[in-house]
């Protein structure tokens, strides 16, 4: 007796059109009913990458434009309409087109502000070693207020400590005028060491001198530096421009939710975008227009820091107004 099952035998072509059918139906299921590759878990309390705010526009305090030359700001007015941006605030840097060298080119920076009244700032700076004396300084902030400048920076003190003398001349200026200062820290500007002491220091002596941290300030979050600063002074803030931001926030998103929470009144949205990157979306800080859509923030948080921080700090009139 034969035990072995007898094989079954299908014709080659039968068998070629029955994988035929089975290929067309499967591409014609919809998408969520055919397998994928497994994902990593996501974190339960975050919710996945966000697009950009669609319920209000972004106030950018950081921004840099070439404001001397025929074009510079109508750089910055595209942008701001491609990236839903309803104001902002130039900051000059000390480069040619950016800050005006002589009395001509100022006059020209002026003109060219003025068809954008309202929406787009500027700030100012004086370099530590251009003024020997607060007056001198105070003089010099008095004209430019006049002319409608709003802020004081972006401060570099390049090659000097924080606390260096000649940067106290300057916010002393600031304060007896009633600017805010936004100041970046780096290796090699305003330095400071691990804990920010000299940045504490000044804060006490011109307490009534609004400072915005920008920059290097921000790498000292892990020690728990910035967080005590916002806490500890009131006159102190921190705009979230640059590359530095948003990577250190992204280490720890559940502790970085809790600290914009617990400093929704302190930090300001920002960029820092400049001429190198408005004409190119490559070059722009993608990342920083969906970041803090991505925390799963209150919309009370989202509008202090996108909008009401930034008003506050630097007295922005409603627009229109």
């Not at 059109?17 to 067309?24: C, D, G, H, I, R």
């Not at 989202?302 to 229109?320: D, S, T």
Request: glycine letters at 6%; one cysteine or more.
């Amino acid at each position: 007796m034969n035990c072995h099952p007898r094989r079954l035998r299908i014709p080659v072509r039968l068998l070629s059109a029955v994988m035929t059918a089975l290929t067309l139906a499967f591409a014609l299921l919809p998408s969520h009913a055919q397998p994928t590759q497994p994902t990593p878990p996501k974190s339960p309390e975050l919710p996945a990458a966000a697009k950009p705010p669609s319920d209000l526009k972004f106030i950018d305090p950081h921004v840099h434009a070439m404001s001397v030359t025929p074009l510079g700001l109508g750089a910055v007015a595209t942008w701001m309409e491609q990236r839903n941006v309803e104001r902002c605030i130039v900051s000059p840097l000390n480069h040619k087109g950016s800050r005006p060298k002589t009395e001509e080119e100022r006059r020209t920076m002026l003109d060219n502000f003025r068809p954008y009244q309202g929406r787009i700032y500027r700030m100012t700076i004086i370099e530590p070693d251009e003024v020997q004396t607060v007056d001198e300084a105070v003089g010099i902030l008095k004209r430019e207020i006049a002319d409608g400048a709003i802020g004081f920076g972006e401060h570099y003190g390049v090659g000097l400590m924080f606390d260096d003398p000649k940067n106290l001349r300057l916010y002393e200026a600031c304060e007896k005028v009633g600017l805010p200062v936004m100041f970046h820290i780096d290796q090699n500007k305003n330095m400071v060491e691990a804990g920010m002491a000299r940045v504490d220091r000044v804060l006490k002596l011109f307490p009534k001198c609004n400072l915005v941290a920008h920059a290097y300030w921000w790498r000292q979050l892990g020690n728990g530096a910035c967080d005590r600063q916002l806490q500890e002074h009131p006159n102190l803030y921190a705009d979230m421009s640059g590359h530095v931001v948003v990577s250190v926030l992204s280490r720890d998103r559940k502790y970085a939710r809790e600290f914009l929470i617990r400093n929704q009144d302190k930090i300001l949205w920002a960029t820092d975008e400049g001429w190198w990157s408005f004409g190119n979306k490559d070059r722009q800080m993608n990342q920083h227009y969906t970041f803090l859509e991505e925390l799963g923030l209150p919309d009370e948080v989202r509008r202090k820091i996108y909008r009401g921080n930034a008003e506050k700090v630097y007295r922005l009139k409603p627009p229109g107004k």
